[in-house]
């Protein structure tokens, strides 16, 4: 007589072929996680993590401040609100949706993604989803390109670094990079538009060259312009 085959976890069996393209590339990418390159990376890119990126926010705006470099302040303020914003939405989303982590499933051959409202899981195993270091990351490079062009291309081969090697790390999946980049290029953008509908209205008309300094008899205005020409 032969045996009864088993039925696969009911969570598995209702796992979307997205599900199963992330869980078949976590577990080939996580045989690699005692690497010492992986490890090395791994251990670096902690630098996303939200206090270390706050530190070095504040730490941009504070040597800004020292040098008197408004252009370096304004990128320190910058990256200091990309990451606050990006912290917000990804604990947003993360108290509401429930996903486990590669290291669980790989260690105790349990998976579960599901929306559990405000009921979801604070436990680290639990909340793969998003990589909140991808979307500080690349939030935080994005506000450094737009202070710094030039510093464009290296910002962002270090936030690609951080988002990839959390896959091989296995504390995410590929989705969970995916999400977490897409918080970050919003959170970064959602700051630049304030900025850009404030900025104006805080700068107002106060460079040297748009206004007559008071009380100077002749200055650079149309005003005075027109007053020698009749005179």
């Keep these: 007589m032969s045996k009864r085959k088993k039925k696969p976890p009911k ?19 996580g045989h690699y996680h005692r690497n010492p390159v992986v490890r090395l990376l791994g251990g670096a890119s902690e630098i996303a993590d939200q206090p270390p990126l706050i530190a070095t926010s504040l730490a941009t705006t504070a040597a800004g401040l020292l040098a008197k470099r408004p252009e370096l302040v304004g ?29 669980k499933m790989l260690k105790d051959g349990r998976y579960k ?9 604070r436990a680290s195993p639990w909340s793969s989803f998003p990589s909140g270091h991808t979307a500080g990351a690349v939030a935080t490079a994005r506000a450094i390109a737009h202070g710094y062009p030039q510093l464009a291309l290296p910002a962002g081969i270090a936030a690609g670094a951080i988002a990839l090697i959390q896959v091989p790390r296995r504390t995410h999946f590929p989705t969970d990079v ?52 009749r005179g």
């Design 178 to 229: 995916v999400a977490g980049a897409a918080i970050g290029f919003l959170s970064e953008w959602l700051v630049d538009a304030a900025m850009r509908r404030f900025a104006p209205a805080s700068a107002g008309s106060a460079h040297p060259l748009e206004r007559d300094p008071p009380g100077m008899g002749i200055g650079l205005g149309q005003p005075h312009l027109e007053r020698i020409a």
């Design 11 to 29: 969570s598995a069996r209702q796992a979307s072929a997205v599900e199963h393209a992330d869980a078949a590339i976590a577990t080939r990418a």
């Design 113 to 121: 993604l599901k929306h559990a409202g405000s009921g979801a899981s």
């Design 75 to 103: 990128t320190g303020l910058r990256m200091l609100a990309s990451e606050l914003v990006a912290t917000g939405l990804k604990h947003i989303v993360k108290r509401r949706i429930d996903r486990t982590r590669p290291y």
